[in-house]
C-alpha cells in the first residue's frame, strides 16, 4: 500500500500534524495529513486529494517538494506501507480538520514528544529545523 503524506510548514517554522481519531487504527496518535494513494493515481495529485478531503486545503501539485519515505516490511498477507512524504509552505485555505480528533502546529522539538505511529518516527528524521 502507497500512502502520501504531507509535512506543511507554516512561516513561523512549524508544522501540522493532526491526530487519528481514537476509534480508528493508531488511534490517538498523531500523523502528518494524507491518505492512501487511489490505483491508477498520481501520488502528488493523491496528496492534493486528500489534503482537500482531511483539512480543507488546496494546493498545487507543484508546491508540493519530495523530502522523503519510509516503510515497513510486508509479511505473510501483510503487503507493507510505505509512506511519501512531501513537504509544502504554500497553500490556500485554512486548516480545518474534517477527520481528525485534532490538529495541530508543532516546532522540531514538539514533533519529536508527540506520540507517533512507527513511520512517522523515521520520516521525521527527513525534516530539518
Ligand atoms: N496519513 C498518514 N497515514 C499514516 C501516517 N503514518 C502511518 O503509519 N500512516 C498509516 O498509513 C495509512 C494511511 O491511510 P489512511 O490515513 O487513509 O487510513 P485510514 O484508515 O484513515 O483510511 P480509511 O479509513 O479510508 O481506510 C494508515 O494505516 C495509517 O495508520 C502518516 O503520517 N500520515
New binding site residues.
Given amino acids: 500500500m502507497t500512502?502520501v503524506?504531507a509535512a506543511l510548514q507554516a512561516n513561523d517554522g512549524r508544522w501540522l500534524m493532526q491526530q487519528r481519531p481514537l476509534a480508528?487504527?493508531?488511534g490517538g496518535l498523531w500523523?502528518?495529513?494524507?491518505?492512501?494513494v487511489e490505483h491508477g493515481e498520481n501520488p502528488r495529485d493523491a496528496l492534493v486529494r486528500e489534503l482537500q478531503e482531511e483539512i480543507a486545503l488546496a494546493l498545487h501539485p507543484g508546491d508540493l517538494k519530495p523530502v522523503g519515505f519510509a516503510e515497513n516490511g510486508g509479511r505473510d498477507s501483510h503487503p507493507g506501507?510505505v509512506?511519501l512524504l512531501y513537504s509544502a509552505t504554500r497553500w490556500q485555505g485554512e486548516a480545518i480538520a474534517q477527520e481528525a480528533a485534532e490538529l495541530g502546529w508543532f516546532d522540531r522539538s514538539e514533533m519529536a514528544e508527540l506520540p507517533k505511529?512507527p513511520?512517522?518516527v523515521a520520516?521525521l528524521q527527513f525534516l530539518a529545523g
Avoid: N, S, T
Avoid at 500523523?31 to 492512501?36: D, L, S, T, Y
Fill in positions: 500512502v503524506a480508528k487504527q493508531h500523523e502528518f495529513p494524507g491518505g492512501k506501507i509512506i505511529p513511520l512517522d520520516l
